[in-house]
């Protein structure tokens, strides 16, 4: 090891893959495509490619087992994995769980964790196929690896949308991230008080978009329905904002986004006021709904008009146009990327 | 959760994931192989299937920085994936890598962890294509997960092998158990003294063999050049004797072991006496050569035998004749199986 220390807080989370990665290079044919989508495509003929994506899951990092119960940590595992395979225009089949945990945890609390993982293998029809399980010196970590198969000439990417297409989102926004504002806050007043009763009340939706996120799978049938392949597509983990940021980035292209599109539900909208957040922004830079953008050329627009289940909101420009968020009074606001960085907190 | 509280160390490793795996069954079509070999099976064609297979290296559990350099763990991490893929029988063409890291690394010491992942990339010719990286609370956690390809109807598993067959081992065994034993000495030594240089003279090899175990796609090489499709195969990760305990479970059969037939390199003798053991204890017990287990009709014995790689230890036997170890002497032992359990220390 040379003399130099470079701290990984300076790099960041994508920086730091960007970084240590970047004299990888494919080289078998089989790879169609590596590092740097929501899944690896492997290539078998024109039509069926396998997908693969992984996942590491941290306690006190990614999930916090004080309000976030074992059963629906498994499930949630389970479904961002499938929601990066969902957003590859593809089908999860298969999935492979390895996890570390400490002699803390009973058994029984395992089985709770796999009884999540198994409702959520059958929800989504896949197959829980291999792991590895070992001891680990502090808390819980897994890890999992979605396989799941689309046509090859179906397969989207974050690199194919083009000027003027739409920018299309499904579901709405902000709830998982007010979901968790509000399990925070129970958490501290608990911890001053444990005779108090957490006050969840009215806020199922949201709590269950923090707790219990599904993964788009209907969206994918769906769009084979409404015969719409999307130009780009990226599961939201990150927040809106981050991922309009990769489309842009990875397609070379600008973007118009309306504030007064952006679909919210009510629940979200009254907690964001309750905190005095303003909606629109916890829709734009709160992470893990995991619904899906992606981008469609206007001439599907026709397809997908009125469909709940997916709303305009905003248009693919030139990339010297930069990327814009149109608020409600008109006013053009540059976006900067705010995705969630786990190196950037004072964790050792 | 229940107020039941089973030890994790009740359970064992392999008894852990059978437990928790117990209620998953496979449902789909293209799942030829889920939890319980060395890779799960996807299936695609006759002539094409897709394997995968995931392992977890952690910090304080399954290597200790203080005499494994960083470049070694990143290729070691690689090269015990791609074993598992050898042992059905397939090719490894891809892999992902995920890191959870302390910030006490520095970004230098991970780029020395990615320059043996491509060193072993480039050995093994097969492409990088994805993984997750984060921030852990303790330590550096490795999750590589390996996809390889096979040709469906040569896929070698545990569960093939038939009364009379020939169990054939590759390579040598005990190196890398003796290598740690080294090692872990010299840690001693060091500890207690730090001015004096670790005494490694003349254990080039089975340092290597604990440092930098090869995955043995050669034979897969060989395997086909000869026309032999085994019966069974399994790579051997945690000890001669806990590789022939699974094949042996997998197929319903017993078997005959000859002490004087393992394949021992003169340098783990030396250093097994050195330290007061057993040779062949160590060759039975010692875990991670990353050597072929696998058995062969009969009718393959002439293609196999002369080479140098290869060497026949025992036969498969009915399996109420029991799984019995012939020593020096002509006795019959019967074997228990002694592979690693993580879950029996004491770590919390």
Known sequence: MSDQRTELSRLGEFGLIAHLTKNFESKLDSTVKGVGDDAAVIYHSETESTLIS?????????????????????????AVNVSDICAMNGVAEQITVSIAVSNRFPVEALEELYEG????CEHYKIDLVGGD????????MISITAVGKAKTSEITYRTGAKEHDLLVVTGDLGGAYMGLQLLEREKEVFK??????????????????????EARKDIIGFLKELEVVPTSMIDISDGLASEIFHI???????????????????????????????????????????????????????KIKGNPNMTVIGHMTDANDGIYYIDKNGSAIELS??????FNSDQE
């Open 248 to 302: 842009c980035k990875a397609s070379n292209l600008g973007c118009h986004v309306y504030d007064e599109k952006i679909p919210i539900d009510a629940q979200t909208s009254l907690a964001a006021i309750d905190f005095n957040l303003d909606p629109g922004t916890c829709a734009l830079n709160g992470g893990e709904d995991y619904e899906l953008l992606f981008t469609i050329a206007q001439s599907d627009f026709d």
């Open 133 to 140: 399980t070992t001891s680990s010196l502090s808390g819980l």
């Open 192 to 213: 001053t008080n444990p005779s108090i009763q957490p006050d969840l009340d009215g806020h199922d939706y949201i709590i269950q978009r923090q707790l219990k996120p």
């Open 337 to 342: 990327a705010q995705g969630w960085n786990h």
């Open 117 to 120: 993982i198994k409702l959520a």
């Open 54 to 78: 992984t996942d590491l899951l941290l306690e006190g990092v990614h999930f916090n087992l004080m309000y976030m119960p074992l059963k629906h940590l498994g499930y949630k595992a389970v």
